[in-house]
């Protein structure tokens, strides 16, 4: 396995539109939300040591969830998990690893991926990974991996790449915000866009450079506590410096302004588990298109549904089409498909 391969693994997002089982306190990355026997963070941190030592995979993450990833990942040490003392998006957690991962190995090049999503062939995953490694390692190269769209989805960031570019791993246009309906289908017809995965490969000198260029008071708030990281002196450097840094994601401080990005379109199934309905296109289905996770159930004149429960309980269903039904402890949710962006509202308003 090469030394020189790094990971992030980005593990600190709620999934607040999968409640009731994804809360604050135990987020959906941490539960087996297919009911595979793994949580998604297990599955996600099993594919990336297929081809990244284990060792040299870092895990970005809340305070509060520390014993949780302790707890699911054994055969990680405590060094090996970044912890943020306070929320502030993507761009700061990923220059402040990268600065650690600099000064362990500043020939590393790094792939920086989500926690929580699913991805079916794992085969060509790899196979997609090492194809963007290879690059970064010989270019000063920015690269995402972005996925073939399926369908107008309005959901998604998306990349526009440039259409008479013949090459597998295209140039980058432009990045495109979350567009309506008939924006996301004109996107669909040109041919030439892919959905934003938020999956992102390159070496640590391109992502410092990048960094500053592009965010030089970030890049210098962090480099005042180089000399600290990886030591004991780290944590109290971050405690006090990492919430003062601004609150910005990695796409609006580097990826739109710079001039070298690459996307390479994905060739393995992929799906971001972001909603109950998202969950439900990968489950397997019975005669009527119900998708049962955990339950055992009967069921007469129900179709489309997703029911999930805690554990094998019995679930009795009459005269219901295209809900989410969901049993966790003290909450049962019914509540249907087609309003389910709005589950997001009513966590935070019970939040409150």
């Known amino acids: 396995m090469n030394k020189n391969y790094y990971a992030i693994l980005m593990a600190g997002g ?6 009731p089982v994804s809360t604050t306190e135990f987020p959906k990355q941490f539960h087996d939300m297919l009911g595979t026997g793994e949580t998604l963070i297990q599955k996600t941190f099993s594919r990336l040591s297929q081809l990244i030592p284990q060792e040299n995979i870092l895990i970005l993450t809340n305070e509060s969830y520390n014993a949780i990833i302790l707890e699911q990942l054994p055969m990680v040490k405590q060094e090996q998990i970044v912890l943020e003392p306070a929320m502030r998006n993507t761009a700061p957690c990923i220059l402040f690893s990268s600065l650690k991962i600099k000064k362990e190995n500043p020939d590393a090049v790094m792939v920086v991926a989500p926690s929580d999503h699913w991805i079916e062939d794992e085969l060509q995953f790899i196979a997609n990974l090492q194809r963007s490694f290879d690059l970064c390692e010989r270019e000063d190269t920015l690269m995402t991996l972005g996925i073939l769209p399926t369908f107008p989805n309005t959901g998604y960031g998306y990349i526009e790449f440039d259409k008479l570019d013949s090459r597998p791993i295209k140039k980058v246009v432009q990045f495109r915000e979350k567009p309506d309906y008939a924006t996301a289908r004109k996107f ?25 260029e592009f965010q030089p008071e970030m890049f210098a708030h962090f480099m005042n506590g180089y000399a600290s990281y990886n030591s004991e002196s780290e944590k109290a450097f971050i405690q006090e410096n990492y919430p003062l840094a601004a609150n910005i994601s990695i796409d609006y401080a580097i990826m739109e302004k710079a001039k070298n990005t690459f996307v390479l379109p994905a060739t393995f199934d992929w799906n971001d588990l972001g909603t109950w309905g998202s969950l439900y296109d990968k489950l397997p ?13 009967i069921l007469e004149n129900a179709s489309n549904n997703i029911i999930r429960t805690a554990g094998k309980k019995l679930v009795v269903i009459d005269g219901l089409n295209d809900f989410i039904v969901v049993d966790k402890e003290d ?17 935070a308003k019970l939040k409150k």
């Open 14 to 19: 709620v999934g607040s539109r999968f409640w």
């Open 188 to 212: 669909i017809q040109s041919r030439n866009y892919l959905w934003n995965a938020g999956i992102f490969i390159w070496s640590v000198r391109s992502i410092l450079k990048a960094f500053e």
């Open 285 to 297: 289905k019975d005669s009527q298109d119900n998708a049962v996770v955990n339950a055992t159930v």
């Open 331 to 347: 909450v049962l949710l019914i509540y249907p498909k087609s309003k389910e962006q709005e589950i997001k509202g009513i966590a």
